[in-house]
Structures are given as structure tokens and as C-alpha cells.
């Protein structure tokens, strides 16, 4: 009896503490994570910016960057089924994650990859895949068309950056509103977020829906201002190139519901050496709601390149 009486006060304990320290319960659950994927947590500076990003593995470079929203740790449940064969780099987006805010900065797509090209020269990082989910992927597009010799192929994950792909009801209630279930207000909106990125949500402990519940809340003010400048003053991709000659894995989950999968047509003309895989049952964030399948299909597709 004595051990069951020790078990649960353990038990106890713990909900205790996640209850009154979330954001610390958060740190060490994320710690843990981010260790099972072999990355460790580092920081570079640019100008202007403070940059977190997590790095394990070795070998040829894997740049996944997120969306809007989101933060470095959205790549990270994936990563160990990566880290085996690739040097992953995940940084935080400037503005995002724990990532330097300044609310007198531009945070437009070409603003992010000038900043990110500083970020991999301050690593050293001359060549690389460039894989991206939503913004990120829109991202990484513009960047491998300002920067061609650097990267090797692109990793489109559910990715924004053409008309076709912002033309979904989540979008045009957006313009027709100012609402987006990607700016939440208060804790109650983590769950409407939850349901609206993802068919296939995996498990989040209550204390990490709190404390990144808490974040997103406290960024309202900024990220209102960017994901309005966005929808201003990003001109899509197909209206400036006609191709992009990079080789490129084209994803979308079948049931996305922030962005619209018919955009894979038109990303399928911008990038003529493409490969495209439709994920059914699968949302906006394949990384997060199938790690282990979409880590496989992107294995088979990196063998593929040359070396």
C-alpha cells in the first residue's frame, strides 16, 4: 500500500505543478521532445533580431521553417525521424516564437528572407533543403527564387504564396471580417485554432495549450498588424515567375482547412521538377498530425536528388 500511496502523491504532485507552473512544465516537456529528435536550442543574432532555432544531426542541411503562428517547435515530433540523416535547422521567424519582436519592423516576405539569408551566413549554411509549412513555405519559395545556387530543393508543406491557395473560406472570412482563428484573443480560441489547422490533432498536454495559448494572446496586437500587411502587400508568386527551376516536394493534407489544396496545380506549373503527394485525412499541418509518414515520404524524395 505504501507504494500506491507514494504513486499517487506523485501523480498528484505533478498535476499540481502543471497546473501552477505551466510554462515551466512547458519548458521541460518541450526539453524532452526537442532531446527524443537530438536538437539542441541556440540563438544567433542579426541585425535588429535575436534568432532562436534548434540544430541537431549531421550531414547535409535541412531548413524547415514555420508558419504563421507557429514557432520551431512545430517541426520538432518529425525531426527525430530526420535528425539520423540530415543537419536540421529550425529557427523561429523573427516576430514569432521567441523570436525578437519589433512592432516598428516589416514583417512581408521579402523582409523574412533578408533576414533569414543573414541567419545562414551567420551559420555558415551555403547550401541547403528548404522546407517550409504555410507562410514558411511561401517563404521558402521566395527565397530559393532570390537565391538559387543555395538551395538544393524545396519541401512545400500545405504552402501559401498563390492565389489559388488563399482562396479558402478561412482566408475570405478573414478579408471579410478581420477574423482568423490564427489570432487568438483569449484561452478559449486554442481550441478553435486546434480544430481549424488540424483533421488529425496529436496530443497536447493542457499546461502547453496554456502557455502557447498565452503567447499567441499577448502577440494579438502585433500578429494583427502583420497578417494584415501580408494580405496587402504579398504579391503571389505566379505573378512574378513564371518557373522556378527548383526541384521541389509538393505536400498538402486533403483536408486543410486554413489554406486550399487545389493550389498544388498551380505549384505544380511554377515548379515544373516537382512531386506532389495529397495526404487524405490529413489538415494544414502534416509535420505535427502524421511526424513518422511525412518524415518517410520526404526520405524517399531526398534520394532522388542528386547528390
Not at 495526404?279 to 502534416?286: D, F, K, R, S, Y
Request: proline fraction near 7%; charge should be neutral; charged fraction near 20%.
Amino acid at each position: 500500500m505504501a507504494i500506491v500511496y507514494t504513486l499517487l502523491l506523485i501523480v498528484v504532485g505533478l498535476w499540481v505543478f502543471t497546473q501552477l507552473q505551466p510554462d515551466m512544465a512547458s519548458r521541460w516537456g518541450l526539453a524532452l521532445e526537442r532531446k527524443r529528435s537530438g536538437l539542441v536550442l541556440k540563438s544567433q543574432a542579426i541585425a535588429g533580431f535575436d534568432i532562436p532555432y534548434l540544430e541537431g544531426g549531421q550531414g547535409e542541411v535541412l531548413v524547415l521553417v514555420h508558419g504563421f503562428g507557429g514557432d520551431k517547435d512545430n517541426f520538432t515530433r518529425m525531426a527525430r525521424f530526420l535528425t539520423p540523416h540530415f543537419r536540421v535547422i529550425q529557427p523561429d521567424l523573427p516576430g514569432f516564437g521567441d523570436a525578437t519582436r519589433n512592432p516598428a519592423a516589416r514583417y512581408r516576405m521579402a523582409d523574412q528572407v533578408e533576414r533569414l539569408h543573414a541567419f545562414f551566413q551567420a551559420l555558415g549554411v551555403q547550401k541547403m533543403i528548404f522546407g517550409g509549412n504555410s507562410m514558411g513555405g511561401f517563404i521558402a519559395c521566395e527565397y530559393a527564387a532570390r537565391y538559387p545556387d543555395q538551395v538544393k530543393a524545396l519541401w512545400l508543406l500545405d504552402a501559401a504564396g498563390t492565389a489559388t491557395a488563399h482562396d479558402s473560406p478561412m482566408l475570405q472570412h478573414y478579408l471579410a471580417t478581420g477574423e482568423s482563428p490564427l489570432l487568438l484573443r483569449s484561452q478559449a480560441d486554442v481550441a478553435r485554432l486546434i480544430r481549424a489547422t488540424m483533421a488529425r490533432p496529436p496530443y497536447f498536454p493542457g499546461f502547453l495549450k496554456r502557455t502557447l495559448g498565452a503567447r499567441a494572446i499577448a502577440d494579438y496586437p502585433l500578429h494583427s498588424e502583420i497578417i494584415k500587411d501580408l494580405s496587402q502587400h504579398s504579391p503571389m508568386l505566379e505573378t512574378r515567375y513564371t518557373t522556378l527551376p527548383t526541384p521541389a516536394l509538393i505536400v498538402w493534407g486533403a483536408e486543410d482547412g486554413i489554406l486550399n489544396p487545389a493550389a498544388s496545380q498551380v505549384q505544380e506549373q511554377l515548379l515544373p521538377r516537382h512531386q506532389t503527394i495529397v495526404m487524405q485525412g490529413i489538415g494544414h499541418l502534416p509535420m505535427l498530425e502524421a511526424p513518422a509518414q511525412t518524415a518517410q515520404d520526404f526520405m524517399k524524395f531526398a534520394k532522388t536528388l542528386p547528390a
